[in-house]
Structure formats: structure tokens, C-alpha cells
């Protein structure tokens, strides 16, 4: 079972931004995490969602869904990092954001299997990453990431 507070503490205490930013972790069930954050700190001087602040929620999303992933099926050794990523801006966010991220399952049974295995590759999956204010999609990412055993 994942302990979510325990891993947000641990990200923030480790990733000084994310308490900058305000991000909270609110769940994560089945390859997918719902994440929050106030608009506030996360300002432009339009009154909207910055863009970089966005892009970052988007990147820490794939990397804490994938690394929480890999947790809860019992491999807590992994390095993961983003490879690359493009992010669509849809419509200015003006208020609290709502983030969902979801871990590819295909491209994660893989890599699940290849480490199970005993696999030294560095592998590759993808990680979808939605942001949303008043329910209203603003921006959505797709980030290819890698893992490999330490």
C-alpha cells in the first residue's frame, strides 16, 4: 500500500519547488495520480497559470506516477527520468489547478515484466499528464520517460 504523505513529504523535502508551488498529491490508484495546486503561487503577470509552472507539475507528475508505480508492484529501486515532452497550452488556467497523470499500462506491464526479470536495459514508457481548471481542460502533456535498476 501506498503511503501518499509519506512520499509528498519526501518529494518536497527533496524538490524544494513543490512546496513553492503549492502542489499536493491527493491520490493515486490503479497507474494514475490526481494532483492539486493554487493558482497563487503559481501566477503570471496575466493573472493566469505560468507556463513554466505548468510544464513543471506536468514533468514531477510523470516521474512521481511512474516511481510510485513501480512502488506499489514491489520495485522500489529505479531511477526514472523524463526523455522528452510536449506540452499543448489549450486555454489559460485561471484559477485552481486539478492534474491528472496517467502511466501508459502497455508500455508499464513491459517494463514491469523486463525488471521482474532481472533486465539491466533502460527502458521506456509513456505518461499522459491533463490540467484542468473549473473542468475545463488548459494543458496536456505527453512525456516519454526511462527507468532502469539501480
Request: proline letters at 3%; glycine letters at 8%; a negative charge.
Amino acid at each position: 500500500m501506498i503511503d501518499l504523505a509519506k512520499f509528498e513529504a519526501e518529494c518536497r523535502r527533496d524538490i524544494p519547488l513543490l512546496t513553492a508551488m503549492e502542489l499536493s498529491l491527493v491520490k493515486y490508484e490503479d497507474l494514475s495520480l490526481r494532483m492539486e495546486a493554487p493558482l497563487a503561487p503559481n501566477i503570471n503577470n496575466k493573472g493566469t497559470a505560468f507556463g513554466g509552472s505548468i510544464a513543471s507539475i506536468g514533468l514531477f507528475g510523470g516521474w512521481a506516477v511512474a516511481t510510485l508505480a513501480f512502488t506499489d508492484h514491489g520495485i522500489d529501486n529505479t531511477e526514472i527520468v523524463v526523455f522528452k515532452n510536449e506540452i499543448t497550452f489549450e486555454r489559460p488556467a485561471r484559477g485552481h489547478l486539478v492534474v491528472k497523470v496517467t502511466l501508459d499500462r502497455e508500455g508499464f506491464t513491459d517494463c514491469l515484466e523486463k525488471f521482474r526479470a532481472g533486465s539491466d536495459e533502460r527502458l521506456r514508457f509513456n505518461v499522459g499528464v491533463d490540467i484542468f481548471h473549473d473542468d475545463a481542460r488548459c494543458a496536456t502533456m505527453q512525456g516519454l520517460y526511462v527507468a532502469w535498476l539501480k
